[in-house]
């Protein structure tokens, strides 16, 4: 049964602005666990994509399911970080957690959830400055603090390193690596293929909206080829 499983199931998932085809027929899964890099060139449909899952755009085709349901119905169980990080300029670190648990009507633990997701993305130290104060990495650190507060079972991230210095990636690598061990699904979206290739456990390849490959690295790889090689040459024109 299609909606039965675990962790996240896309089937035959398209959308076409008029004539463009976004993404067209794209199928595959994202496990409890499982962090899944979506790759692919500009315009290959990857936000696209994101934005279908988070139910920001409607689908012309095909279905998702979280955990065994629709996606459209499990709202509450996905996390998204869009690309531009847009935060509450008059609203402190903290403010926006508690704003956020408050949305998710979350119990009485949240604050201590809150605090650790803080310290673990170094923002510990900025908790009581207002968003318009922040640098764009800190921004980007946010929302992704944000994202995980209600504990999502399906972590959407698109581009997630753009911006953030190399502490900082290593901060948002280990806090993806802390939320595939807590059992989160995770789907991101990047650019930079050596942070795909160092924190993903498998691959999903786009080229103009079309599933180009899927797998491990080794899977999607030659031997003694890299992930960088192994893209080029499946989306050469
Ligand atoms: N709102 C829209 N209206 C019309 N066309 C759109 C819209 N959003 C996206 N597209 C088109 O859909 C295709 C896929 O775009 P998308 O933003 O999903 O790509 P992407 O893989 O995220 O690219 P990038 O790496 O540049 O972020 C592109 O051809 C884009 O022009
Ligand atoms: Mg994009």
Redesign the pocket.
């Known amino acids: 049964m299609k909606g039965s499983m675990d962790g996240l199931k896309v089937a035959g998932l398209g959308k076409r602005?008029?004539d463009?085809a976004?993404?067209a027929d794209l199928s595959f899964e994202v496990r409890p666990g499982e962090i899944v890099g979506l790759l692919?060139?500009?315009?290959?449909?990857?936000?696209?994509?994101l934005?279908a899952l988070a139910g920001l755009?409607h689908p012309t085709s095909g279905h998702a399911w979280l955990a065994g349901q629709p996606i459209e119905q499990q709202k509450a169980l996905v996390g998204f970080v869009p690309?531009q990080p847009e935060v509450f300029p008059l609203l402190t670190v903290e403010e926006h957690l508690g704003f956020i648990a408050r949305a998710y009507r979350l119990d009485s633990g949240w604050p201590e959830q809150a605090r650790d997701i803080l310290r673990r993305l170094h923002l510990d130290e900025v908790g009581d400055r207002v968003g318009g104060a922040l640098s764009k990495g800190m921004k980007q650190k946010l929302l992704i603090a944000c994202a995980l507060l209600h504990r999502p079972l399906l972590l959407l991230v698109?581009?997630p390193m753009v911006g953030l210095d190399p502490a900082g990636q290593r901060e948002l690598v280990d806090t993806l690596r802390a939320v595939r061990a807590g059992g989160a699904a995770v789907l991101l979206?990047t650019?930079i293929l050596s942070s795909a290739e160092e924190i993903c456990d498998r691959f999903v390849i786009?080229h103009r909206?079309r599933l180009l490959a899927q797998g491990t690295l080794e899977e999607i790889t030659a031997p003694a080829q890299s992930l960088n090689e192994a893209f080029l040459g499946l989306t050469e024109e």
């Open positions: 602005y008029g463009v976004a993404v692919g060139p500009n315009g290959a449909g990857k936000t696209t994509t934005h755009v690309e698109d581009e979206s650019h786009l909206g």
